[in-house]
């Protein structure tokens, strides 16, 4: 079997598909096809394989060629050195890990001047020989033979039998597999706390003294333990069991040297392989295992913020909807962005309703007329600092509309990652003359209609949705969350007469260099009348037209198929099932009843098969469907603003900000998001926090415990005290919910003109 079978049927195995199957989809992946187009286009060449496994594939591809790379270069390695045996290599081929592989090289490996190479050159090798096949000897006085000017006496010439005996031991492939399979079922992480590093590190203080078994340690204790450790705050060990772990790590490294028995020879080959253990091995041990637990515990993160991050990005959308963005601040004043239903900036102002200018009048006064002048239909609040405050502003100002005025719906919006494309480039260059500060609150509002346009604006990691992001690897954290962001966009479609340049620069085939060229050819040439216009963009070739354009969408356009994803190569075998059944294809689109009695199975074709003509019958029926749910808000519960007013057994209503392995945070307007631990999430043993909610779930929770000093809040989602995700969602019309809002924002019973109806007439005429 050479390299590429083995590749193949190994994958097939991992991701549940065929051996043709990998191959076939290695094929597109190589020629340049992207994951999106060949998981929605090309299901017939991969026998409908989906993004997942395709992401898997591509992944574990790179992983097994490096793998096959090195094996080469190993097997050429000691075929130069003229020791390579057909055992040998047998070995080496049949290694499945690199760790395998780099064992089984060591003792081939060119390596720096040793113990052992120094004692091999004082002639102590015979002696360790002598030692092993004599055991009835005394090893003392087989050394006896073996002094002279370099090795001056029996101690020095045993020790470097030891160092040479150690050497070999320590290449021992077959025994450091043995040792390392131990190690990784019966191995335990010890941590304990530095002495004096109490109090600067109480917010590890769980792990002070902590024990667990290496095997089962979840990935986020992980890495809390092994921050602790970098910030100097603990101490950790990986280990066995000290008394019967110990004994039973040395009797592996022990058999590797043959059955002992009684005799001196074996008394002092059982001490040596002992002292290999303690001064050598346990080391070697530890670092792989401290390797391992670290490369485990960042791809549990990643997945988990991979996850999240996918949740939010297909979060649902407010739609095209005049909105106000709020900024909250207190001594830099409340910053106010509103844009139009299509994102575009209509007007900016900051407000000073807190300390110290205190001028709320002034700032109700000025957002009221801001509602009233563009007619104003949501209300994007960040989370930020001032998030109650400002929210309970709004909620005045709306209680105190005319009664012929609409109440916009107010939200809070998470702002995390606002600040960063508010300084950004991409920022700078949209809105030259705006302050920072104000860039965020267009930010915040956008991101309310639409979150995913507005999200990718922003670097994926600093969006917040995951768990100690900056201490996993960067590198490998942005091509997860890359991935991420590139499937979303494409799952969703783009509409490519309104995109942004950051949006259009994630659909597949693009990038941000032809992103750059289509926003610039739609400004010089006017809006895209159709698909095929795409190949008039500079540097815009057939094989990234392919890629791109079955998701890029043109509304009302003169193809009515160009609004939907049917691939433009597709459109013959469209146009057939519209003919089939006799209407004009502007009448079948959309219409589910006219398409019943089409059977897929006529169409199929040399070019088309029936995954590709399924696909086009479900897209017909529903035109440019958005996967994305419907749009629902959480509502916060009056006079709950600050950790302090939380109480046990308070029944509140929160949004779901993050879901880690151990449960999931949810923000109920206090500030500081409250923990639902996986064990609260339901009536039942969940397993993955996702079986029960995502990220941007709407839920009822009841608080558990309340820690005002270390804030932390605990709540949970069983029966006596919340429903569940589903439940919460159900019980909140989401066709109902944008049009009417929380009750919070419902027109109330007006108070008397006074201070505020004075300064918003006088706000009213200077506008």
Sequence with gaps: MDATDRIARTIANEINASAAQVVAATGLLDGGATVPFVARYRKEVTGGL??????????????????????????????????????????????????????????????????????????????????????????????????????????????????????????????????????????????????????????????????????????????????????????????????????????????????????????????????AWRVRLSNTMYIDLLTELRTRAHAEA??????????????????????????????????LAAVDATGKLLETATLYPFQPKNDLRGAEAALAATILRHKVELIAIGNGTASRETERMVADVLKRLPDSVKAPVKVIVSEAGASVYSASELAAKEFPDLDVSLRGAVSIARRLQDPLAELVKVPPESIGVGQYQHDVDQRQLAKTLEAVVEDAVNAVGVDLNTASAPLLAHVAGLGPSLAQNIVA???????????????????????????????????????????????????????????????????????????????????????????????????????????????????????????????PGMSLEGTVTNVAAFGAFVDIGVHQDGLVHISQLADRFVKDPNEVVKVGDVVRVRVTEVDVPRKRIGLTMRKDGGASARDAQAERSPKAQPARGPKSAQPAAKDEPGAFGAALLNALRKN
């Excluded at 913020?305 to 909105?323: E, I, M």
């Design 50 to 275: 989906d993004d997942t496994q395709l992401r898997n594939l591509a992944e574990r591809l790179a992983y097994l060629r490096e793998l096959e790379a090195r094996r080469k270069a190993i097997l050429e390695s000691i075929k130069t050195q003229g020791k390579l045996t057909d055992e040998l290599t047998r070995a080496i081929v049949g290694a499945e890990t690199k760790a395998t592989l780099e064992d089984i090289y060591l003792p081939y490996k060119p390596k720096r001047r040793t113990k052992a190479m120094i004692a091999r050159e004082n002639g102590l090798e015979p002696l360790l020989r002598a030692i092993q096949d004599n055991r009835g000897a005394d090893p003392v006085a087989l050394a006896a033979s073996y002094l002279t000017e370099n090795v001056a006496d029996q101690k020095a010439a045993l020790d470097g039998a030891r160092d040479i005996l150690v050497e070999e031991l320590s290449e021992n492939a077959p025994m450091l597999g043995r040792l390392r399979e131990f190690m990784q079922t019966e191995g335990q992480i010890t941590a304990k706390v530095t002495p004096g590093k109490e109090a600067e590190g109480a917010k590890f203080s769980d792990y002070f003294d902590h024990v667990e078994k290496w095997s089962a340690i979840p990935g986020h204790r992980a890495l809390a333990i092994l921050r602790a450790a970098k910030e100097e705050i603990l101490t950790i060990e990986i280990a066995p069991e000290a008394e019967t772990g110990t004994a039973r790590a040395e009797g592996i490294v022990t058999s590797a040297i043959g059955r002992l028995g009684n005799a001196p020879g074996d008394a002092w080959l059982r001490k040596v392989a002992s002292w």
């Design 302 to 335: 990643i997945r988990v913020f991979a996850r999240n991050l996918k949740d939010l990005l297909l979060a649902s959308p407010a739609g095209p909807r005049v909105t106000i963005g709020l900024d909250p601040g207190i001594r830099t004043g409340v910053k």
């Design 521 to 647: 050819h739609r400004d010089a040439e006017g809006a895209f009348a159709s698909r095929a216009a795409l190949k008039k963009v500079a540097g815009l070739g057939p094989r990234a037209f392919e890629q791109c354009a079955g998701f890029l969408r043109i509304r009302d356009g003169k193809e009515p198929l160009d609004a939907s994803s049917v691939h433009p190569e597709a459109y013959g075998v469209a146009r057939k099932i519209v003919a089939a059944c006799g209407r004009d294809i502007r009448q079948i689109m959309g219409d589910g009843a006219a398409l019943k009695g089409v059977r897929a199975e006529q169409f199929v074709d040399e070019n088309f098969g029936l995954p590709t003509i399924r696909d086009i019958l479900s897209e017909l029926e529903k035109p440019g469907r958005d996967p994305r749910p419907s749009f629902v808000t959480a509502s916060f519960a009056e006079g709950v603003e600050d950790i302090k007013d939380l109480k």
